[in-house]
């Protein structure tokens, strides 16, 4: 009886450790990037899945190999790229997905559908969009970067450190913003970059603004950290004033602690919206003769420090307004604060950004000045 | 069969992981799906109702000690009322456990095996539960009592995890719609906690019933914590709309989780619902057993488990079209049949007992 049972007991084992769909790394092509644009009336899209070692081509060629196909939907596409690819699609690594401004004007919505549902998609890839062909951007070799899709996603991963400030949109928050009524979304611009004619790097171009799903413009590449500044993501950064004695001359500051906070009153049913920013750094170069040992004119390079603040984020939400763009999201703070009022002002033709008055208060400090109080500059007479 | 002893703690234990295990997975979108962002008031409001269960089952198993709810509607209604009574509890945890079943399964076969037969899902838990209800409900309430406390820190890491992307300024406005979608959630909420009616089918295995009724209680407490993180948790992350709408929220929340290199932590979550459902599925099939055990009177409920665990994976097949199906169900019919089961007609019982005792009493005193 005992044995019976132990031999049952085998069996059991037998039947259920058995893998019923197994996915050997060697029988998979994992993807790290998708790019996504519009053909017609179809979308095309652009896997990249990576070689494995043994298979590279050799010097400068790319360690990635992408596939295209165009279909009426993001998902039929995707099925279709299994049947040109000699190995499976393995989707759990993507890393970065490409719209095409072209898809991004049309309506990001009708594209995220697949990315969300499948179960194998992950939510933490990147979103960017790019005004080159989505495809072109995978398929180009730069330098410095066998991976393309793993080198823009990198980028944006280690923008903090580079001191750029980035959006870094991610899957879920982008889903999360649009459904979110009273905020739009910014996407970073991603472009090919053009050195002594020929094309080897990226670069980063902007913000682009949405509105609910939808591209309408951009914002100027010297002005877009402003977005970052005012929903308080914007963690490290350089921030370029003239000089206190003269326009010609310019000082650079890098911002190492920011800080923002946003708050909203109400006089006569119109919103005020104060931004209370504090933010410190060091100055890492100038390139006039100024002596910081005075504190006057430190106080001085605050001063300019936080106006150029202030019109970034002015500058920024005048441009954004006037496309009907909440990119700040004031309609959610209006909602949170005032949902009767929301209720009423949210389906007006007239945008409620019309009435927004925006206040911002900068606190600036400039901490260290790198290893020397005098530059040379100074000491040339 | 009385040879059963288990303790209050052992005893609450399951009832906890028994209603949060099912309620994390298949309700939790549902109350969203009903009161959005303001899940939270609801869960606060359902709370006095979980109290008015907990007292009425507690009290009805003080009162009638060593029966179980299927025999004491008998003593309270007379046999053929009581009767009737019994087939609804008994059918009543057969379905939940079919219910459980289903919704275990499907939640494999959607988030994580695709390709894999739900069948197979259906048949290891049942073999799993049959067995284990065949060792006797010590067993089970002692696998369980191991297995919550892991589940318990498991939950917490989760949700401690998640914490640098929740923002729980997305709670506001607070009840933007009014309390109508507030009020439905929580009633949707109540007829979860209406399981507890399980309870007084273990309840007279206690042996130690002495502070019963201030544990049921603290039990509560330890309900409404457990469903106030989850259910904020998807509202915090997403915001109020991309929140609602999704099949399993807490899952999708912690496959979306990175921690520098830590990613992909969907692993915690099917850990926390196998085994909650185990567990779950495994009393409701003991409840089942030894109820229909009583209501024929017979010596011992052993042999009808694996006919029952086979019925289980059966009716669990045919119990509905698809997934979106039992969703629905959830959210449109199940508040008011569980409801009516769990805590009308306990409520009922508990009136008849009550004026019963009382006219015993004055009886005896006119004597």
Redesign the interface.
């Known amino acids: 009886m005992k044995l019976i049972k132990i031999f049952l007991l085998l069996l059991f084992c037998l039947v259920?450790v058995g893998c019923?769909?197994k996915q050997e790394i060697d029988e998979v092509a994992i993807v790290i990037g998708v790019g996504i644009d519009k053909q017609g009336d179809r979308y095309s899209v652009t896997a990249q899945v990576i070689k494995p070692q043994a298979e590279q081509t050799g010097e400068g060629g790319l360690m990635t190999w992408s596939i295209t196909s165009s279909e009426r939907t993001v998902g039929d596409a995707i099925n279709e790229l299994n049947n040109i690819s000699p190995r499976r699609l393995y989707w759990?690594h993507l890393q970065i997905v490409i719209f095409n401004e072209a898809i991004a004007e049309e309506g990001v919505g009708q594209v995220i559908s697949w990315f969300t549902r499948d179960?194998g998609s992950?939510?933490?890839s990147y979103v960017v969009v790019t005004r080159d062909k989505a495809e072109d951007l995978l398929n180009q070799t730069i330098e410095l970067g066998e991976m393309p899709a793993r080198s823009m996603a990198s980028f944006i991963d280690t923008a903090e450190i580079r001191n750029i400030p980035l959006s870094k949109l991610k899957l879920?928050n982008l889903?999360?913003?649009?459904?979110?009524?009273g905020i739009d979304g910014t996407i970073d611009v991603i472009s090919l970059k053009k050195i002594r004619g020929e094309i080897e790097t990226y670069q980063m171009v902007g913000t682009a603004i949405m509105k609910k799903d939808q591209l309408i413009g951009y914002i100027s590449t010297d002005i877009d950290d402003a977005v970052q500044m005012a929903n308080n993501e914007y963690k490290r950064g350089v921030i370029s004033t003239v000089c206190p004695n003269g326009e010609t001359h310019h000082i650079t500051f890098r911002v190492t602690d920011f800080e923002s906070e946003k708050s909203l009153t109400f006089s006569n049913e119109k919103p005020t919206v104060t931004m209370n920013i504090f933010l410190e750094g060091n100055i890492i170069d100038q390139s006039c003769a100024i002596d910081l040992l005075d504190p006057k004119n430190i106080s001085k390079i605050e001063g300019l420090i936080k106006k150029r603040v202030q019109e970034m984020i002015q500058t920024t939400f005048n441009e954004t307004s006037e496309l009907g763009a909440d990119v700040y999201g004031i309609g959610r703070e209006i909602?949170?604060?005032r949902?009767k009022l929301w209720k009423e002002i949210q389906d007006e033709e007239r945008t409620y950004l019309e009435d927004v008055k925006l206040e911002v208060h900068v606190d600036a400090n400039i901490r260290r000045t790198g290893l020397i109080i005098d530059p040379t500059i100074n000491k040339i007479k | 069969m009385n040879s059963i002893k288990i303790s209050t703690a052992q005893a609450l234990m399951i009832l906890i992981t028994s209603i949060t295990a099912t309620g994390h997975l298949l309700f939790i979108p549902v109350i969203l799906n009903h009161s959005g962002r303001d899940s939270w008031i609801s869960v606060l409001l359902s709370f006095f109702a979980l109290i008015y269960i907990i007292y009425i089952i507690t009290s009805l198993s003080l009162r009638y000690q060593d029966q179980t709810i299927v025999e004491y509607s008998e003593v309270i209604l007379g046999k053929p009322l009581g009767k009737i009574f019994s087939v609804f509890f008994i059918f009543y945890f057969f379905h939940d456990a079919t219910l459980a079943i289903r919704g275990f399964g499907e939640f494999y076969t959607?988030?994580?095996?695709?390709?894999?037969p739900i069948l197979?899902y259906f048949t290891?838990m049942i073999a799993l539960a049959v067995y284990t209800v065949r060792q006797g409900l010590e067993v089970l309430v002692r696998t369980n009592q191991i297995s919550l406390v892991i589940l318990i820190i498991i939950g917490i890491m989760a949700s401690m995890m998640t914490l640098p992307e929740k923002d729980y300024?997305n709670l506001?406005?607070i009840l933007?719609f009014g309390m109508q979608p507030v009020l439905l959630g929580a009633i949707s909420l109540t007829s979860l906690f209406s399981t507890f009616v399980i309870a007084g089918m273990i309840f007279p295995y206690i042996y130690d019933r002495k502070s019963l009724k201030r544990y049921s209680l603290l039990t509560s407490v330890i309900l409404i914590i457990l469903f106030l993180g989850p259910i904020t948790a998807p509202v915090a992350?997403?915001?109020?709309?991309?929140g609602v709408g999704f099949l399993f929220p807490s899952f999708?929340l912690l496959?979306?989780l990175?921690i520098g290199d830590l990613?992909?932590l969907d692993l915690l979550g099917i850990m926390l619902w196998s085994i909650g459902s185990f567990a779950k599925i495994a009393l409701h099939l003991f409840a089942t057993s030894l109820g229909v055990a009583k209501l024929f009177n017979l010596s011992d409920y052993k042999p009808l488990i694996i006919p029952i665990g086979a019925l289980l994976i059966i009716v669990s097949l045919q119990i509905s079209e698809n997934f979106i199906e039992i969703y629905r169900f959830f959210k449109d019919i199940y508040p008011y049949y569980a409801n009516l089961i769990g805590v009308l007609l306990p409520t009922i019982l508990f009136m008849f007992s009550t004026i019963q005792l009382k006219t015993v009493k004055a009886r005896s005193q006119d004597v």
Do not use: C, F, H
């Open positions: 259920v019923w769909n759990p179960r992950r939510a933490g879920s889903s999360s913003i649009l459904s979110t009524p909602r949170r604060k949902p | 959607t988030a994580i095996t695709p390709d894999t197979v290891l300024r506001l406005p933007e992350v997403y915001g109020g709309e991309r999708q496959r979306d990175s990613q992909r």
